[in-house]
């Protein structure tokens, strides 16, 4: 058995005798009551039923850059990524600081998130600008609302009084409780927290201006720019700009072609299914895979070009180049 210890793959006899090969694998999702992490459970479970003998662990992690680590290190098969920290990682830029990840491939594009910056009715912050002085909330350490609100207050220039690497479930109680005055979390929409939080509270939904965002752009070309239109929340009279990162599913280089290959034909097969579990499966389809900054693995690449749908020379793993 040469299959590298941690994706255990055994092989079984079924009922004709043909043997099925067993996968177990692992996936790096996120904090508890994220996107990922939903959306991770939902899909594994599609995965379990549809693809015999593959059985897909969820585990709590801290987001897209120990997603990231893990698969590259060998403790993590599979795992959810933003384009923006997954393209930094494979071309050794930004946090990744000139390493190169490079075990990483892309296996099919999930949905884009977008950064919501958020307070409470009553605090009097309106805006970015109004986070100077005050105790703010990134997100939990490595994830995308965590690189990304540090990065936003960083170019900037906001200096808040206290800057806190909490994961969002615990920051919102904070925010509750009267311990955090802000926070950043980048998420699907409609987020899964924000809906949460203004069953009990109203919420401040806080926007970029259009100075704010060409900034931002300016300093990081893998963010995309994201509207939240109006009336997605509660207390949301007006589209909200915001920083919109594409969220990419990935898997390490080792796993078997075939088995790639049967994990993103479920995936798309199955997406009616996908779309009970989270209502940004939406964007999952075949079209998006354009959004990827890391190259397919090869067992992706097999059905893209099954169902006929052209990847971008850039995309195409340099196995196959």
């Known amino acids: 058995n040469s299959e590298s210890s941690n994706s255990g793959s ?26 990922y992490y ?16 593959t059985d897909v662990a969820v585990e709590v992690t801290g987001g897209p850059t120990s997603n990231i680590q893990l698969i590259e290190s060998g403790d993590m ?14 071309n050794g830029e930004g946090w990744a600081k000139d390493q190169k990840y490079t075990k990483i491939r892309s296996i099919f594009p999930m949905y884009a998130s977008v950064m919501h910056m958020y307070s409470l009715k009553d605090s009097g912050i309106t805006s970015i ?20 609100g540090n ?12 800057v806190s690497a909490i994961p969002t479930n615990t920051a919102v109680d904070g925010l509750r ?25 109203e919420v401040q939904h806080i926007g970029l201006t259009e100075e704010e965002m060409k900034k931002a752009l300016e300093k990081y070309p893998y963010w995309s720019e994201g509207i939240i239109p109006k009336g997605t929340y509660k207390h949301q009279e007006e589209d909200i700009l915001l920083p919109s990162f594409w969220n990419i599913a990935i898997a390490s280089s080792e796993l078997p072609e075939d088995l790639v290959y049967n994990l993103v034909k479920t995936t798309f097969e ?23 900054t890391i190259p397919y693995h090869p067992g992706a690449v097999k059905y893209y070009k099954e169902v006929g749908v052209e990847i971008p020379d850039h995309l195409m793993p340099p196995e196959a180049q």
Do not use: C
């Not at 311990?179 to 509270?201: C, K, N």
């Not at 199955?270 to 990827?292: C, G, I, Q, R, W």
């Open 129 to 148: 600008s109004d986070f100077n002085g005050n105790h703010v909330s990134t997100g939990g350490p490595g994830s995308t609302s965590a690189e990304a």
């Open 177 to 201: 409780d009267g311990t955090i005055d802000a926070g950043f979390a980048v998420t699907g929409v409609p987020g899964p927290f924000m809906l949460d939080l203004e069953t009990t509270h």
């Open 77 to 90: 098969d599979l795992g959810f990524v933003t384009a923006w920290l997954g393209g930094e990682a494979y």
């Open 270 to 292: 199955k997406h009616e299914e996908l779309l009970t579990v989270d209502p940004s499966a939406k964007e999952t389809l075949v079209e998006n895979l354009k959004y990827s």
């Open 38 to 53: 939903v959306w991770g459970g939902g899909w594994a479970d599609i995965i379990g039923k549809n693809v015999p003998g």
């Open 151 to 162: 990065g936003l207050l960083e170019v900037l220039g906001i200096k808040p009084d206290r």
């Open 10 to 35: 055994n092989t079984n006899e079924n009922n004709e005798g043909d043997k099925i090969e067993e996968h177990k694998l692992l996936l790096g999702t996120s904090s508890q009551g994220g996107t």
